[in-house]
């Protein structure tokens, strides 16, 4: 199977998205990619096992994605063999009524992972310059101050928001969060394959709601904000991976193995030992227990 180097996929310099690949081939049969997967999902759980110890970083996994992406089965492909005390999943949606009494940031605040734990943002902050830069009507449900209409949503605006987006990912990475911002980028065709593909399965028409498809027209706006998300965010700190979607097996692959060599990196990350004055009883101890 095809070697995956890391740096291929990560998006350290401007990029125009139409140039991104959504297909990437691993020269391997689909039952190869699944037991390499597999074999990945372990040893990010024994790395895991290992960070909850360790309990000085966190992981921050943020995945983006037009619909049918795959995010949901990426998530529970490349996670399954973790200890579930050890990572925690939210979905970011339309905001509650409580959300939407704080600035947009403060759902995303409360959500973060404990040092140790892994956590996941199936949609993440970033919706908050994609969907309401698609629909900036979305905004007045905010009821900012400086935002009285559609009008008062200026280039000045956005740039502002991109600037408060750096800043909370660089204020947690300062503080040990480990950030991965997964861009899983499918082609329209594939899209158009993957809805009536729910369309014509009766066991998949429950993922099918009508708004896919009107979300679907507006897909070159928002193939332009994603470029201009990617292009305004992707920092050393918390970078953007182009992560080629069109199939879904290689593209958990791609995740995991960016995973598990980027965190391998990090020698400081160890499980921790007894202090040595327990340590020098470990005898005594079973012979306590022994003896009972």
């Not at 959504?22 to 096992?49: G, V, Y």
């Not at 404990?114 to 007045?140: C, D, Q, S």
């Not at 594939?190 to 369309?199: A, G």
Request: glycine letters at 2%.
């Amino acid at each position: 199977m095809k070697d995956v180097n890391i740096e291929h996929f990560r998006i350290s310099s401007q990029i125009k998205i139409d140039k991104l690949q959504t297909t990437f081939d691993l020269q391997a049969e689909e039952k190869e990619i699944e037991k390499k997967m597999n074999k990945l999902s372990k040893k990010l759980a024994d790395i895991q096992n290992t960070m909850y110890a360790h309990g000085k970083y966190s992981v921050l996994m943020c995945i983006q994605g037009m619909d049918t992406a795959g995010k949901d089965s990426l998530i529970r492909e490349v996670f399954k063999e973790f200890n579930v005390r050890g990572i925690e999943a939210h979905s970011f949606k339309k905001p509650s009524s409580l959300e939407l009494k704080h600035d947009y940031l403060w759902r995303h605040y409360i959500a973060l992972p404990a040092r140790g734990k892994f956590g996941i943002f199936n949609r993440t902050h970033y919706e908050n310059v994609l969907v309401t830069r698609v629909h900036p009507n979305y905004l007045m449900y905010e009821n900012m101050p400086d935002i009285q209409s559609e009008d008062d949503v200026t280039d000045a605006f956005w740039e502002r928001r991109f600037n408060e987006i750096n800043n909370f990912e660089k204020h947690i990475a300062d503080n040990g969060t480990i950030i991965f911002k997964f861009f899983l980028n499918l082609s329209k065709d594939e899209q158009k394959n993957r809805l009536l593909r729910r369309l014509n399965r009766p066991d998949k028409n429950w993922k099918f709601e009508a708004g896919d498809l009107k979300e679907r027209k507006l897909w070159d706006k928002y193939q332009d904000c994603y470029e201009e998300v990617i292009n305004n965010s992707s920092k050393e700190y918390a970078p953007w991976f182009n992560i080629p979607a069109d199939d879904k097996p290689t593209a958990r692959y791609i995740v995991a193995k960016i995973l598990y060599d980027t965190l391998t990196q990090y020698d400081d990350i160890v499980k921790p030992e007894m202090p040595s004055d327990e340590k020098e009883n470990i005898d005594l101890y079973k012979s306590q227990l022994e003896n009972e």
